[in-house]
């Protein structure tokens, strides 16, 4: 083991003598590694990641959030009679009582307890894998129904404001950056024709319609564990972007990536076309997820939010188009215009869509109230 990982590890309160730390999994955020440690002939297991700071610029606060959801969810999990080591994620302190460890080239690392016998997969294979997610991260909602969201930093400040990405388009147009306006003026008609729905989530909240919630906002597939033995799902991992929002937008955000017959960037938007039946699985998934723990104007409002967080995402590609292509990486040109123009298609399929998934919603609505 390198030596500068060696001293990381000793600064944490384990059990044993560490053996070893090696690179694991397959995030594309945290620096993740395995560490095996010796307790007394039997192998123990711990997460260590270092915390992206590009993307996280207080992990301080982030780990604030983190230990304070996952005690929440480890206090009902006891409760429950569950596993709590294995359904919910375990901080172990640095050796000066923090939640972290800062050393000395300003890195901040964190160390989990290793969720043992846990299965783990990086694409949805199946429409049954979706469904599963819904479950997963429904469940995520209902745990954490009564936890007082409003006390969580956001730790990427104005992450799913709408109007505020609006704004930030509209800043885009007025720069002109790189002179790319002049291709883009259709899209830019389409965003400005939604400004006023843009608003819809944060004037509910606003008339006191919408409760702040946790949200876990990275709701991938391979950020759920799943129990080896059983093949259920067992607990949801990277907590980085939790941040008090609404429950909506976890569900949006999963249908605007899983209910689409497409990849994010194809360019032939004769190919991208939204899913309702992927749609209807995953409302399936969600709704009977949280068990009753959402109101009924978050469920009600569930089919706009797949619509909101499309639009907002479609923004965001083409704004990063207007300003030269600085946030999300391309490996190819006008990839960012491709992905907004994909984004914005996917947004028209679902507006027509709209009937039919409040219909869709109000089924299960019923079911889960029966
Ligand atoms: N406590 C844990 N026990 C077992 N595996 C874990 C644990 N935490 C994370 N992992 C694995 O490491 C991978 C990367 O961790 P994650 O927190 O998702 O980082 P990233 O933000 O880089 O995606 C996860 O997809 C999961 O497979
Ligand atoms: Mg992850």
Known sequence: MEERVKKIVDNFDIEGVVVSAEPYGNGHINDTRVVKSDVLGKERLYILQKINKNVFKKPWELMENYVGVTEFIRKKVAAAGGD???????????????DYYLDSDGEYWRMLVFVTDNLSYDRVESPEQFYICAVAFGNFQYMLRDYPAETLHETIPNFHNTPDRFRQLMEAVNNDACGRLGEVGEEIEFAKAREEFAGTFERAFAEGKLPLRVTHNDTKLNNILFDAKTGKALCVVDLDTIMPGYA???????????????????????????????????????IEGAKGGLTEAEIDLLPESAIMMTFECGMRFLADYLNGDTYFKIHRPKQNLDRARNQFKLVSDMEKALPEMHKIIDKYKEIANA
């Open 248 to 286: 909506m937008n976890d569900f949006g955000d999963s249908i605007r990536f899983g209910a689409t017959t497409a990849a994010e960037d194809e360019a032939d938007l004769t190919k991208v076309n939204f899913d309702i039946n992927l749609f209807e699985l995953y409302a399936k998934g969600f």
């Open 84 to 98: 709590t080591e294995r359904e919910v994620l375990n901080v172990i302190k640095a050796k000066d009582g923090k």
